[in-house]
């Protein structure tokens, strides 16, 4: 094992980076390499190859790369270069050390041991505070710029090196599930010092124990005491532990040898009075981190749940959501099934171009979304070309029913107003849309593989019943009569109208529905008026009471444009407008 350093023109500008004995590594200022030097315009995308073997690795230079590689002040293509050896590029310099194992120190016994209390930190004035606020003010870069955790690590060691110049070596550090300490990444700013081996013991004291910033002062320990026979490599070293959101921590370890105030300074004092700024700016640094990765976590979670909620629904959440609301519970919903016509026939002429289907397509769902999301209901699972939304969680509305058959009617109206559009990607395209109310379990379903929002019950299999049925029955959108019942008590005409259609016991279900179709307001659909729905609604009275000759009488008098009468002409006139003797006023649906 191998570790490579690189230092730049100053302190910011450095990593140190382990090298694994048999593999292959490219060096160059490429946003995927391992080995990114991001800082020097003389270091080309790709500038060298890095073979590393058990004694030695082999550098070479690509033919890609602008500048010349020196060692030793000569320009190398290739060579072989051992601990100790150093090759430059550009402003940087890069020095080839071996790696010995990762560990830390036995538990060593501080003369001093110090826990600092936040609020109190806040009051302790910075020594060289415009040094200090220039390097704060590189860390938004520093973690704006930083593609992985590695990397960040590596760069806010340099950062807390630069900030804290009594720092003689610095780390990041964490424990696992068994309170051992792990080193993550660490760096000295005298790089031919050997190893660092922070103390166990102070990071468990600052993580673990007391999750505060923890200073210890050492001294020689008593040579009688067998657990404390060590002596520590440093003076003094403090640990500030870096919550995360999710609930784990890291931590910054920062050690130095002795404590250096300015000569001009007329106080004298103890370390750990000398060492409070630092540990200040230390605390600064990790607030804001934390900060920052709160952020991004919210941001991350916001948009994923973007998603799935109306930003209503987001709003009611707020910035720090309770979590055990998205938990399934059982509720009153209203479902959509929203399907999409048309997909079969533009699929079968689409073999040479199956990725424009596809777009169309994920368009045609966005429409289907965007009302869903609009009007305040949640997207649940896509089932090919068709969606799934729902209303009433993770909040109870009144107007969940009402929410629902607004969105469907946007849905219905964007795509009437597109269908025969010439050289629009959607002209070809319909809509069928099925809405059911009942009771239904809500919420994160899946398994420990995979979790999705969704909506689960016999009121989800009605609804999606419902949408097929809608091919059937020749309408563009069926509710329930859980539905319409809602609709016709709430709803304005303005906002949409009701019509009947047919009693009707879907094929594999025991229970009969009473069909209503949803119809735009007749300032939005003038060609049928509201004169047609009370004479079809007749006609559909007329039908179920057994009057087959009068139903045929009203239905008959449908524009030419209505395609629902279609549906019960035919079985009208193939009895001769006379109900069979064992009528029940149910149509039985003998296929889905």
């Known amino acids: 094992m191998y570790e490579l350093l690189a230092t730049g023109s100053n302190t910011v500008e450095r990593w140190r980076k382990s090298l694994v004995i048999g593999k292959n590594y490219t060096l160059g200022r490429g946003r995927d390499l391992e080995l990114r030097v991001a800082w020097d315009p003389h270091i080309s995308r790709e500038h060298a190859q890095l073979e590393t073997h058990a004694d030695h690795v082999k550098l070479q230079r690509l033919p890609s790369s602008s500048n010349e590689i ?209 540990v200040r700016f230390a605390e600064l640094v990790t607030e804001m981190i934390s900060s920052v990765q709160r952020k991004s976590q919210l941001e991350r979670q916001q948009a994923e749940w973007r998603q799935f909620f109306a930003p209503p629904v987001l709003a009611a959440l707020g910035d720090d959501p309770d979590t055990n ?10 479902v959509m099934f929203c399907d999409l016509r048309g997909f079969s026939q533009q699929a079968e002429s689409a073999n040479d171009d199956l990725l424009g289907l596809l777009e169309r397509v994920s368009n045609a769902l966005g429409i289907m979304t965007s009302h869903i999301l609009g009007f305040g209901g949640v997207t649940g699972d896509f089932q090919g070309d068709a969606a799934l939304g729902f209303w009433g969680w993770p909040f109870a509305t009144q107007d969940a029913a009402l929410d629902a058959c607004r969105a469907a009617l946007a849905i219905r109206m964007e795509f009437a107003g597109i269908f025969g559009r010439t050289g629009h990607p959607l002209a070809n395209f319909r809509v069928g849309i099925g809405l059911a109310h009942g009771r239904a379990v809500a919420g994160k379903i899946g398994t420990s593989e995979q979790v999705k929002v969704t909506v689960f019950g016999p009121v989800v299999n009605l609804a999606s019943r419902l949408e ?19 609709v016709n008590a709430k709803m304005s005409q303005h906002e949409g109208r009701i019509r009947k259609l047919a009693k009707v016991l879907p094929y594999g279900m025991e229970t009969p529905v009473m069909l209503s179709e949803l119809l735009p307001p007749e300032s939005d659909w003038p060609q049928f008026s509201t004169e047609h729905i009370a004479q079809y609604e007749s006609g559909v009275e007329c039908f179920i009471a057994g009057d087959w000759a009068k139903a045929y009488h009203f239905l008959h008098g449908m524009p030419e444009s209505d395609r629902a009468q279609d549906f019960l002409i035919p079985m009208i006139a193939q009895h001769n407008r006379v109900a069979p003797t064992d009528w029940d006023g149910i149509v039985r649906l003998p296929t889905k």
Request: aromatic share 6%.
């Open 70 to 278: 020196f060692i030793d002040g000569r320009d190398i293509t290739t060579a072989r270069v051992r601990p100790g050896d150093v090759f430059v590029i550009g402003s940087t310099t890069f020095r080839l050390m071996a790696r010995e194992a990762d560990s830390v120190s036995p538990v060593s016994r501080p003369v001093t041991e110090v826990s600092f209390d936040r609020n109190e930190l806040q009051k302790v004035r910075f020594r060289d505070a415009d040094k200090r606020i220039e390097v704060l003010a590189h860390l938004p870069k520093v973690i704006r710029e930083s593609r992985t955790d590695s990397d960040l690590h590596h760069r806010l060691i340099n950062l807390i090196l630069a900030g804290i110049e009594q720092a003689e070596a610095a780390a990041i550090v964490a424990l696992d599930d068994a309170a051992n300490v792990q080193i993550i990444h660490w760096d000295r700013r005298v790089e031919t010092s050997g190893r660092f081996q922070p103390s166990s013991r102070l990071v468990r004291d600052a993580m673990d124990s007391r999750q505060k910033s923890v200073l210890h002062v050492w001294e020689s320990a008593d040579p009688d005491d067998s657990d404390y026979t060590v002596m520590p490599e440093f003076d003094w070293a403090f640990c500030t532990p870096v919550p995360e959101p999710s609930g784990e921590s890291w931590g910054i370890y920062v050690a130095g040898k002795s404590v250096n105030l300015p000569e001009n300074s007329k106080r004298r004092s103890s370390p750990e009075l000398q060492l409070q700024s630092d």
């Open 325 to 334: 609301l998205l938990d399934p519970r059982e509720t009153d919903v209203t």
């Open 468 to 486: 097929s049925m809608t091919k059937q029955l020749r309408v563009p959108i069926l509710l329930d009569d859980s539905v319409a019942n809602i």
